[in-house]
């Protein structure tokens, strides 16, 4: 079974910086692409990030965040991460991991809130 969990979370003024943390077991983390979501209360859940599997070659961000966020990999530690420079209060949000093990981002994380003051 498939257990993902997140890390890394807070409180942060706007400017600052957080790094989150998914930590893959149970499965070949190598073999999994990878990828960040969020989601606020009463609002659909958002694409942030996402990184190929394997060496994680490939990368891919949504525009809002370009430039700020930055997906990696260390399959040494079977570990996701996700840097967060220059947040926004509107970066506020919960923040989840996910695996692609076959077609879909299936399983995830529990999420990791993280908030952001102005």
């Known amino acids: 079974q498939v257990q993902l969990v997140e890390s890394g979370g807070g409180l942060v003024q706007a400017g600052g910086s957080l790094r989150l943390s998914c930590t893959v077991s149970g499965g070949t983390f190598i073999r999994y692409g990878m990828a960040w979501f969020r989601q606020a209360p009463g609002k659909e859940r958002e694409f942030v990030a996402e990184i190929s599997r394997n060496t994680g070659s490939s990368t891919f961000y949504i525009d809002s965040v370009k430039g700020r966020f930055t997906i990696s990999r260390d399959n040494a530690k079977n570990t996701v991460y996700l840097q967060m420079n220059s947040l926004k209060p509107e970066d506020t949000d919960t923040y989840y991991c996910?695996?692609?093990?076959?077609?879909?981002?299936?399983?995830w994380g529990q999420g990791i809130q993280v908030t952001v003051s102005s």
């Open positions: 996910a695996a692609r093990i076959t077609t879909d981002y299936d399983p």
